[in-house]
């Protein structure tokens, strides 16, 4: 059973380009996240789908953030315009959600962005 | 809201001495799960543990222990018999689950460094 995996695994940008993500969950699993993590603090929510719906976005996400999931199977995450902020760990998370489970998410490697 | 707090923001330990982990989170929902997160240096996030708001039942797996106080709002984690090789950041975490009865997004606490040396 393959794990999460997310590509690329490094991304150097200068400001003002656009950059996108992608993350690859576990085969049978419906919910896919978005979490960023910077330096010495743990990962932030940024959003999540239910299969190719998109069911939550945190306040966090400003709208040059976008993601989508087309086929409830991988998920993109494109940043546009880039600032040096964006700087961070993008991770993303899978898990499978069925009626009356809590379901742990499973992390990928993260992507780490970096914008000069 | 809810958060959650890792007091801890390093503890550096000698080898086979036993490590408590602190977590303390705010909620006002009824139903919701607690996770503990190990992070490695290479970086990716291994999940420990789950527990449900409704099982205050301590859990043992080997040499890690989980302690579950709703009284205090507390889920600590305890290594017994450190090894060098649980050397990593630990993240607690939390997610409610009034909106649809499951865990959804978590909330995770800074992280507690831990060290273990020879």
């Known amino acids: 059973d393959t794990g999460v995996s997310q590509n690329p695994r490094h991304k150097i940008t200068k400001r003002g380009q656009n950059v996108t993500f992608r993350c690859d969950p576990i085969?049978?699993?419906?919910?896919l996240y978005w979490y960023r993590q910077t330096l010495g603090q743990g990962p932030e929510f940024l959003t999540y789908?239910?299969?190719?719906?998109?069911?939550?976005k945190s306040r966090l996400l400003s709208d040059r953030f976008s993601a989508e999931r087309p086929k409830g199977s991988f998920s993109t995450l494109e940043i546009q315009r880039t600032e040096q902020g964006d700087s961070a760990m993008y991770l993303c998370?899978?898990?499978?959600?069925?009626?009356?489970?809590?379901?742990?998410?499973?992390f990928g490697p993260g992507t780490r962005l970096t914008v000069t | 809201a809810q958060k959650v707090t890792q007091a801890q923001t390093e503890i550096s330990v000698v080898e086979k001495e036993d490590v408590t982990l602190d977590c303390v989170y705010e909620?006002?929902?009824?139903?919701?799960?607690l996770f503990w997160y190990k992070q490695p240096p290479s970086g990716e996030l291994v999940f420990l543990i789950r527990?449900?708001?409704?099982?205050?039942q301590n859990e043992i797996s080997g040499r890690y222990s989980w302690n579950f106080q709703k009284s205090t709002s507390s889920f600590n984690f305890t290594i017994t018999a450190s090894q060098v090789v649980d050397s990593a950041v630990y993240f607690c975490a939390l997610s409610e689950a009034w909106k649809t009865g499951t865990a959804s997004k978590l909330t995770f606490g800074t992280g507690t460094r831990l060290q273990v040396t020879l």
């Open positions: 789908f239910q299969n190719e719906a998109q069911l939550e």
């Open positions: 085969s049978e699993h419906n919910r």
């Open positions: 998370a899978s898990s499978l959600a069925l009626s009356g489970g809590p379901y742990e998410q499973y």
């Open positions: 909620t006002r929902d009824t139903t919701y799960y």
């Open positions: 527990r449900n708001s409704f099982d205050e």
